[in-house]
């Protein structure tokens, strides 16, 4: 969905892929799974490599911590996602 092989996804910062002017709700989210170590129910317009838009649904992130406690990022899963051209609710 976002055009990034693997190893781009990998390192990528998800604050990156969301559109302009969304990157401060995103950053809410972001600072929120900081808080409480996972938060859910987000719904965000993000950016692809290519440039196309894409809202994602109910996204639910979370921190990546081993058994020793050492943080190694976060991870996120969604529901849905809607390309913005395809998206009729007005977005």
């Known amino acids: 969905m976002f055009e990034y092989t693997r190893q781009e996804f990998v390192r990528f910062p998800s604050r990156l892929s969301a559109a302009p002017g969304g990157q401060s709700d995103w950053a809410g989210f972001v600072r929120s799974v900081t808080e409480r170590g996972y ?3 987000c719904r965000g317009l993000r950016t692809a ?3 196309r838009r894409c809202w994602t649904e109910d996204v ?10 050492s ?8 529901r ?11 977005g």
Do not use: N, P, Y
Not at 71 to 78: L, M, N, T, Y
């Open 39 to 41: 938060a859910s129910g």
């Open 60 to 69: 639910t992130m979370w921190h990546l911590v081993d058994a020793d406690g």
């Open 80 to 90: 849905s996602w809607t390309d913005v051209s395809e998206d009729r609710t007005g």
């Open 71 to 78: 943080h190694h990022g976060q991870a996120a899963v969604f």
């Open 49 to 51: 490599k290519s440039g």
